[in-house]
Each structure stands twice: as C-alpha cells, then as structure tokens.
C-alpha cells in the first residue's frame, strides 16, 4: 500500500508552547534525504573496486506556497537565516520528518496565468523520521 500527498503540512515549533503549528499550506515537499555516495578503498591489487559508504547527505529541504502577503509575513516571522529553528513534516499516514534549519522565503517568477507562488528553504542541520505516535505528541491540538 502507498500513501498519498494529500494532507501533507508543514509545522513549526512554538517558542511558547513547545509544540508544533502549521506554518503555511504548502504545494510541494522536499526529499529529506538521497542516495547514498560511496568512498574508493581500491588498492591496486584489488581485483575489483571497493568502497565504504560516506557520510549521508541531506539535500536543502525547499518548499512552495501560494503567495499570499499574510503567509509570507507568517513564514517570515517563523524562520531565521541566522538562529536554528524547529520545523515538521507531517504526511497524510500521521509520520513526519522533525527537522532543524536556518530558512528564508521569497516570492518566486511571476508569469501570465499562473498563481504567484512562494518557496521556503532550509539548510538543515539534524532531521530525524517521526512515528505516528512520536508526531501527534508533537503538534498542537
């Protein structure tokens, strides 16, 4: 069985509560993760080439929104390029992805018949897969 994108969301921790609310409605998601790279240990009499795996890389957790000038203030006020802060990604089965990241927004290309969208990126520096249980502890209810 799969799951679908829809009621995936985006949260964000509150200073004062300590749990998660939505940040934004979001019309995209990043990987939060890629395939593995390797390091060569081949010696030269090897007769095949070796390696080990190399550390996991985490790619830029970049997000789009409908641009709206309330959502951006939100997002704004939510997210620092200078300070770490706390954010979750909740799929439609109730698992997530909790992340920590400096972020910024901007209003992406404009173009004829096309809504005028937003995108959200993250420099992540720890994430870590969320159970069902683990996430509704997490966000507000």
Same mark, same amino acid.
């Given at each position: 069985?799969?799951?679908?994108?829809?009621?995936?969301?985006?949260y964000a921790?509150?200073?004062t509560?300590?749990?998660?609310?939505q940040?934004?409605?979001?019309? *995209?998601?990043?990987a939060?993760?890629?395939?593995?790279?390797?390091?060569?240990?081949?010696?030269?009499?090897?007769e095949?080439?070796t390696?080990i795996p190399d550390?996991?890389?985490?790619?830029?957790?970049e997000?789009?929104?409908?641009y709206?000038?309330?959502?951006?203030?939100?997002?704004?006020?939510?997210? *620092?390029?200078?300070e770490?802060k706390?954010y979750?990604?909740?799929y *439609?089965?109730?698992?997530?992805?909790?992340?920590?990241?400096?972020?910024?927004?901007?209003?992406?290309d404009?173009?004829?018949g096309?809504?005028?969208?937003?995108g959200?990126?993250?420099a992540?520096?720890?994430?870590?897969?969320k159970t069902? *249980?683990?996430?509704?502890?997490?966000?507000?209810a």
């Open positions: 069985m799969a799951i679908s994108d829809k009621g995936t969301k985006l921790k509150d200073a509560s300590n749990k998660y609310t940040l934004v409605k979001i019309t *995209s998601a990043p939060t993760g890629s395939a593995p790279k390797t390091l060569d240990t081949t010696c030269l009499d090897d095949y080439t390696s550390r996991p890389e985490t790619p830029l957790y997000f789009e929104y409908n709206t000038a309330e959502d951006f203030e939100k997002v704004m006020a939510a997210i *620092s390029a200078t770490d706390d979750l990604i909740v *439609s089965d109730g698992s997530g992805e909790a992340f920590t990241g400096r972020g910024n927004t901007w209003v992406k404009i173009s004829v096309k809504v005028v969208k937003a959200l990126a993250f992540v520096s720890w994430h870590e897969h069902e *249980s683990e996430v509704s502890e997490m966000i507000s």
